[in-house]
Structure formats: C-alpha cells, structure tokens
C-alpha cells in the first residue's frame, strides 16, 4: 500500500502529466504570462461547464470573496451575516472593507451556515449574507435565498469547498452551487477540488451589470485603459494557471466522482459505530462533492485519535479548531450571543480524513480499521 497522503497531487498530476507539460509549453512559447489567451479560454470553459454568464478569473480566492463585495458598494458599517464555522476568509474580507460581520451558528449535520440562524440575525442594517458550501457540500440555498428576497439583502456564495456540485430546488430543478446567488467566489488552491499549482480563484455571476463593475476593480478600477474610475485592486490568474485549469476542468467531474466514491466507502465502514457520525448527504448525493470527508466523534477524545492516526502513518486534519467567533481577530465582531451551541461543539468533535480523487479502497479500509481498532482499545 503507497504512503497515504491527506491530498495527494503527486499521483493526480502523473496521470495528467504529458497534457500538462503541452499547455505549460504553449504558455512558455507564447510568453504571454499575464492575460494571456488561456486565461480567457479557461474563463469560457468554466462558464460553460457552470452554465453561468460571466467567470471573472482572479488571484485567489480570498480576493475574489473581497472583489465580490466591493462589487456590492456596500457602505461601512453596514452587515454581512456569515457563518461561525468556516475558514476565515469570509470575515477577514468583511472586516478588511470596513463592514460589520454577524456570525451565526451552523446546522449540526451539514456543518453549513443555518438559515433560521440567519433570519434571527436580519435587522435593518443587514446588507448580504454569505453563505459557504463547506466541505463540499452546498448549504441550505433555497431558505437563503427566500429570507435574502424577503429582506431584501445580497446573497454572496462563498464556492470554494464545493466547486462542481449540483444544488437541487424543492421543484427538482438543478444548477451547479456559485451560480445560486447574486455572486459567488472560488478558489483554485492546489488542494481544493479544482486545484491549480499555484494559487488562483474566480468571481462569478449571471449579473451583467455587477460582472462590469467587478472586471473593473480586479484591474486598479480601470474601464478604459489609465482612467482609474474607482479604486480597484490588482488581482489576476496568471496564464500559466489557467493552462493547468483548462486541462483540470476535463476531469473535474471524475475527480468529484471519485471522491464520492471513496466518502461511500468510509462511510460503509464506519456509520454502525456507536462514536463516529458520518457525514449526512442530502438526499440527492449529486449535491456533495466532498472536498473533506468529515467525521463527528462522540465522547471521546478526538485529539488521541488524532495522535493514534497519526502514530499509524494516517494523516488527518482539523477543520476548524477555533470557531469565529473565539478568533483573536474576530472576537469583537458582533455576535448573536444566545447562539454558537453547534459550532462550539463542531470544534471538538470533527476529524477530517484523507480524502482526493486517487484514494485507493485499501487506503480506505486501513484507515477505518485503524479508527475502529483506536475505539476498541480506549
Ligand atoms: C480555501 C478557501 C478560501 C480561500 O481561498 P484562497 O484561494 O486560499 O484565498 C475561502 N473560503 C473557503 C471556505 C476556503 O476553503
């Protein structure tokens, strides 16, 4: 059995090694580095397997959450309600442009941001809420989007976990999470599931409108060439990226594919135990593209499992140790008090396993012996 990696990009680009090394060499051919003619190829592609009006490629995907917003002319001081438990750039960018986030609590099965939380949270000064698909999996978008027509408020999907999955309405209709809301942003961090090798990300819209506005802010606030019309930053997926996106993209679906297969896997294996809940799919699987397979344990002390994984050669993560509301940077954030039950607890009993496109079925099975043999000996 190979060495069992959390993500493992060495064995995924092997497989796509001499079509990568061809879109590279057409890069390094053309030296058209920055705005070159794949990152406009790439940017269509991504439209078309969306089914969305208008991807704007960026740096990452942090900055694409920042563009979005500015994108919104928001004022300051005015609120953006995002979930407790999630990484933090979504409140890091509220705070950056000088708005307040409201953190609200998250749903226990799906560990997404919980709308009747978010509908406690909407007063007057509520602008845009920022959902985050976490994990992989899309959160709860129809109830969303209803308290966001209700109240009036911007809904900004925060993409970068879910990039592929189907989000599937009450009526049956389908479309692809990061096209739901007004706006939505992603990230191509090499680990996520359309990874570049290096850092990129991407805002996108079916608004034609805010897709102009945003075009010009990622470009210094240019619209026409040396007319600053606003102020804008620079943020820009390089060529390179994009060439290893455009070949990426192809399998996107495979890799989402395959990654199911394995969190169905684990899951055979470990949902009778009476310590583990497994990850909770929504009725239609199409819905999670496990970015992380994500284990909850039940009394017990999940650090020692943490320790024992890590004695038997299994790599594991925690995400998130500290929920948003307890960060150092955030601890003054406004917060809706009688809430967090749910992300304080997460914080303590989730484990993250290794999970990618190139997992075998043994990996798979040694790991969740290991788990199970961890129960039976403590
Ligand atoms: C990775 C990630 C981001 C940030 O993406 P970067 O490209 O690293 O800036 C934002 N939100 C979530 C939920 C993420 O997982």
Redesign the pocket.
């Known amino acids: 059995m190979d060495p069992i990696q959390m993500v493992d990009l060495k064995k995924q680009y092997d497989f796509i090694k001499d079509e990568i090394k061809d879109a590279m060499q057409e890069v390094l051919n053309s030296t058209s580095f920055i705005n070159g003619p794949l990152v406009h190829e790439f940017q269509e592609d991504l439209e078309s397997y969306l089914d969305v009006k208008h991807v704007i490629p960026c740096a990452?995907?942090?900055d694409a959450?920042q563009i979005a917003l500015m994108g919104l002319k928001l004022k300051p001081g005015d609120e953006v309600i995002t979930a407790d438990f999630?990484?933090a750039?979504?409140v890091e960018v509220i705070s950056l442009l000088k708005l307040k986030p409201v953190l609200v609590d998250v749903n226990p099965k799906t560990f997404n941001i919980d709308p009747i939380a978010i509908e406690r949270a909407i007063n007057s000064k509520t602008k845009a809420i920022i959902p985050?698909h976490?994990f992989g999996q899309s959160a709860d978008m129809e109830q969303i989007l209803a308290l966001a027509k209700k109240n009036n408020l911007y809904v900004v999907e925060?993409n970068?976990?879910a990039i592929g999955a189907d989000y599937i309405f009450s009526d049956g209709t389908k479309a692809k999470t990061g096209t739901l809301g007004n706006i939505s942003a992603t990230?191509f961090?090499p680990s996520?599931n359309l990874g570049a090798y290096g850092?990129g990300?991407a805002i996108i819209t079916n608004d034609d409108d805010l897709a102009h506005i945003i075009r010009g802010i990622v470009n210094h606030g240019m619209y026409k060439r040396y007319y600053h019309d606003e102020v804008g930053v620079n943020s820009r997926l390089d060529s390179l990226q994009a060439a290893v996106l455009k070949v990426k993209l192809k399998y996107l679906d495979f890799y989402n594919e395959r990654r199911k297969e394995a969190a169905i896997f684990y899951t055979t294996l470990l949902r009778d135990h009476p310590k583990i809940i497994t990850p909770f799919r929504k009725r239609n699987c199409n819905s999670h593209v496990f970015h992380q397979y994500t284990l909850r344990i039940l009394k017990s002390n999940r650090d020692l499992l943490v320790d024992y994984l890590n004695v038997h050669k299994i790599p594991c993560g925690i995400y998130y140790p500290v929920p948003l509301h307890k960060q150092k940077a955030y601890r003054t954030s406004k917060i809706d008090s009688s809430s967090f039950i749910v992300s304080k607890q997460l914080v303590n009993e989730v484990i993250s396993l290794p999970m990618h496109s190139e997992l075998t079925f043994n990996q798979i099975e040694y790991i969740s012996k290991t788990i199970i043999r961890f129960f039976d000996k403590s």
């Open positions: 990452n995907g942090t959450l999630t990484f750039s979504t985050v976490l925060d970068a976990q990230s961090f996520k850092d990300g």
